[in-house]
């Protein structure tokens, strides 16, 4: 494909996901159709289409308009590219900019400038104070991608040494003992044999060192309660020698979990909701409750302009429902870990406050926040314990 044949499939994407579709399921309809485009066209338009997501009213202000050649157009005008040799008209490229569109558009000032919606900017206020705008600016860039190295398999300079061995640059990152960061090979990552040995897994700094943060003694009974794919899980099990256990209200989230723990070299079982109280009690059951995604923003930006405060609310009472459901099967003298990866005090401070005033034989042992940074998404863990 070229240059410019990119920019109409990412025009073509983008507007499918303004009728209402999810940006990966906008792009993989749009792959299966593009049986011509090869793995580079498709990160290209992949590319294309994330950085538009990330600074949606920012780019719509640059191009004039909200459909995806006009957000394509502002996109292109933020990073200096010459629009006439891409929309020329051409083979598959979109065709020639009008008078109208080349005289559209302005500079985004205010919340189109920091890509944020209008009625979620008081949220980030209330949560971060001075550090609001620097995190709405943050989440406007690509995420870093961040590797956890797997303790069972090697150490640290190990996975270096491998991944370099296939093309896969790295630097260590002070946000986990564990982590590491790609310089370059990204996209290597998956068809490795550092991955498929289970060597390294790929997950973010925060969510590592939030694993680091929660005390897993020898011989312990650990729940991951909301499992979902199991990552958080097999961090923990990376460190200690307990018995694993994950559930998850959709069980079929975690399809992928037996072949991902047969990778990282443990035993993870499976509980149905029905033989969760049959299993307890557990030392430690943590909680990485469904939340607004607002600290990963930069890795699913769709989720931020499709986020509403009825949502929103109706998020913070699932997350007091899990919590409360997950207190009993704590044993004596265990931990309730409750984690989600949002910036969002409502989220976090306030549904812990809630369980708290609501729960008096419980209390907070340590709370902590990891804020949106070069090696970590905003995350939140809070550790509970019977008072």
């Not at 509980?271 to 995604?293: H, K, N, W, Y």
């Not at 009825?310 to 931990?335: F, K, M, N, W």
């Amino acid at each position: 494909m070229t240059p410019g044949a990119r920019v109409a499939a990412a025009i073509y994407v983008l507007d499918a996901v303004r009728a209402g579709e999810a940006a990966e399921k906008a792009l993989t309809g749009w792959a299966r159709g593009a049986r011509y485009a090869g793995s580079k066209d498709r990160g290209a338009v992949r590319d294309h289409v994330f950085n538009v997501l990330r600074r949606w009213r920012s780019c719509a202000a640059l191009g004039g308009g909200q459909d995806g050649r006009r957000l394509m157009i502002g996109a292109l005008r933020h990073e200096g590219v010459d629009l006439e040799t891409l929309f020329s008209g051409e083979g598959h490229a979109p065709s020639i900019l009008t008078e109208v569109e080349l005289s559209a558009g302005e500079v985004p000032s205010g919340l189109d400038a920091l890509d944020v919606p209008d009625w979620l900017w008081p949220h980030f206020e209330t949560s971060l104070g001075a550090s609001a705008e620097g995190a709405a600016e943050v989440l406007r860039h690509r995420a870093p991608v961040m590797l956890r190295v797997n303790s069972r398999r090697g150490t640290v300079a190990d996975a270096q040494a491998q991944l370099a061995s296939e093309g896969i640059d790295t630097t260590t990152a002070d946000i986990a003992k564990t982590a590491l960061q790609v310089i370059s090979g990204e996209r290597k990552i998956a068809g490795s044999v550092a991955y498929a040995d289970g060597l390294v897994e790929l997950q973010d700094g925060s969510s590592q060192a939030a694993m680091e943060a929660l005390e897993v003694t020898k011989g312990a009974r650990v729940l991951d309660y909301c499992a979902g794919g199991g990552g958080k899980v097999l961090a923990l099990a990376a460190r200690a020698e307990a018995t694993w256990y994950a559930h998850d209200i959709a069980p079929q989230r975690m399809n992928d979990l037996p072949a991902r723990a047969k990778r990282a070299g443990v035993d993870v079982t499976r509980l149905e909701t029905g033989a969760i109280a049959r299993t307890a009690p557990f030392d430690l059951v943590l909680c990485d409750a469904p939340c607004s995604g607002s600290g990963t923003w930069r890795r699913s930006p769709d989720a931020k302009w499709r986020l509403t405060q009825e949502r929103l609310d109706a998020l913070t009472e699932t997350q007091y429902g899990i919590l409360a459901e997950a207190a009993p099967l704590v044993a004596s003298g265990g931990c309730l870990a409750y984690a989600t990866c949002s910036v969002f005090k409502v989220e976090n401070e306030a549904v812990v406050a809630r369980f708290l005033q609501e729960h008096p034989s419980w209390r907070l042992a340590q709370q902590r926040t990891w804020p949106i940074s070069e090696a970590g998404d905003g995350f939140c863990l809070a550790q509970l314990v019977h008072g």
